[in-house]
């Protein structure tokens, strides 16, 4: 079946501009997240949703990070006012099952 | 804090040779422990899990870990290296309760592989 996908796939953005990254989560995943991969920081959890619960934040490095997901699906990323440290692979992921989460390809941002 | 510990950055083995990545894990309760693959520009591939039972687990391409909780280890073992094995490996613990909740991974090991 179709995995997670993301897109876009590769984004380069001005520093200052808002971006918005998209993950489609396994269809019948009720848990997803959001993970930054990048040179400095390795892998770092940003956010997740599980179902109808509040959304775990605790990740978000700043508050110009959020994300929502609208009707138990798809999810988006928004960094606004992009910064030079915000370049990162960001990485989506679902889960139907106690921790076996299933990753993206990702979304390569690059902030200039 | 749960933490996950991978000592080696980089590891270069011969096709052919046995390989062990090592992962050590920070944990108050029981672990849920994984291995993901990252292959060049892709996104990470489970490669196997432990949740309870059995310390010795099987995976997908011919690896296996066994989980040693009076060493906090989980090592990754595979008996003969393929070229296409050469990848970036990382260790996980799923951290904190309820079956769903974020994975805390270690820095990585990036495997070549000598022909």
């Known amino acids: 079946g179709a995995g997670v996908s993301q897109s876009p796939s590769n984004k380069v953005t001005e520093k200052g501009k808002d971006v918005e990254l998209r993950c489609d989560p396994i269809s019948g995943h009720t848990a997803l997240y959001w993970y930054r991969q990048s040179l400095g920081q390795g892998l770092e959890f940003l956010i997740y949703?599980?179902?109808?619960?509040?959304?775990?934040k605790s990740g978000l490095p700043s508050d110009r990070f959020s994300a929502e997901r609208t009707g138990g699906s798809v999810s988006t990323l928004t960094i606004q006012r992009t910064q030079q440290e915000d370049s990162a692979v960001y990485l989506c992921?679902?889960?139907?099952?106690?921790?076996?989460?299933?990753f993206g390809p990702g979304t390569r941002l690059t902030v200039t | 804090a749960q933490s996950v510990t991978q000592p080696d950055i980089h590891i270069t083995v011969s096709e052919g040779a046995s390989l062990e990545l090592r992962c050590n894990y920070s944990y108050g309760a029981t672990p849920y422990l994984f291995w993901y693959v990252q292959s060049p520009g892709q996104g990470l591939q489970l490669l196997l899990k432990?949740?309870?039972?059995?310390?010795l687990v099987q995976g997908i391409k011919g690896f296996e870990a066994e989980f040693k909780r009076s060493q906090s280890s989980f090592n990754l073992r595979k008996p003969s290296v393929h070229w296409s094995d050469a990848a970036e490996y990382f260790c996980?613990?799923?951290?904190?309760?309820?079956?769903?909740?974020?994975?805390?991974f270690g820095a990585g090991t990036r495997l070549a592989v000598h022909p």
């Open positions: 432990y949740f309870s039972g059995d310390t």
């Open positions: 992921a679902s889960s139907a099952r106690h921790y076996e989460q299933y």
């Open positions: 949703f599980q179902g109808n619960s509040a959304p775990d």
């Open positions: 996980a613990v799923g951290a904190g309760s309820g079956g769903y909740n974020k994975l805390i």
